[in-house]
Nanobody
Framework: QVQLVESGGGLVQTGGSLRLSCAAS????????MGWYRQAPGKQRELVAN???????NYADSVKGRFTISRDNAKNTVYLQMNSLKPEDTGVYYC??????????????WGKGTQGTVTT
């Protein structure tokens, strides 16, 4: 069992930045993949980015070039640096720990989420 706690959400204007952190209660190295998902109002939760235990990354097309996912195994923490934010990036951001199968991530453990809101 592992607990995931997100932080770093907030309210920013269009073009601003946020840095999200996901602190795990145990080692994240044992997980094949760590990821960030988001859920916008009235929409399904979607994968934003994931990173494998080897450091390979994958991003949703909508955030490529603007968001960067990284992990610090020594601190059991995963980060999501979000730059050039747009109103459509608004949503609750969830951290997940899980598996990568045929390039598709499945989250086995989830945090409670942190709200990110981008205003015009």
């Amino acid at each position: 069992q592992v607990q995931l706690v997100e932080s770093g959400g907030g309210l920013v204007q269009t073009g601003g930045s946020l840095r999200l952190s996901c602190a795990a209660s145990g080692s994240i190295f044992r997980f094949n993949a760590m990821g960030w998902y988001r859920q916008a109002p009235g929409k399904q939760r979607e994968l934003v980015a994931n990173i494998t235990s080897g450091g390979s990354t994958n991003y949703a097309d909508s955030v490529k070039g603007r968001f960067t996912i990284s992990r610090d195994n020594a601190k059991n923490t995963v980060y999501l640096q979000m730059n050039s934010l747009k109103p459509e990036d608004t949503g609750v951001y969830y951290c997940a720990a899980g598996r990568l199968t045929l390039a598709t991530m499945t989250g086995d453990y989830w945090g409670k989420g942190t709200q990110g809101t981008v205003t015009t």
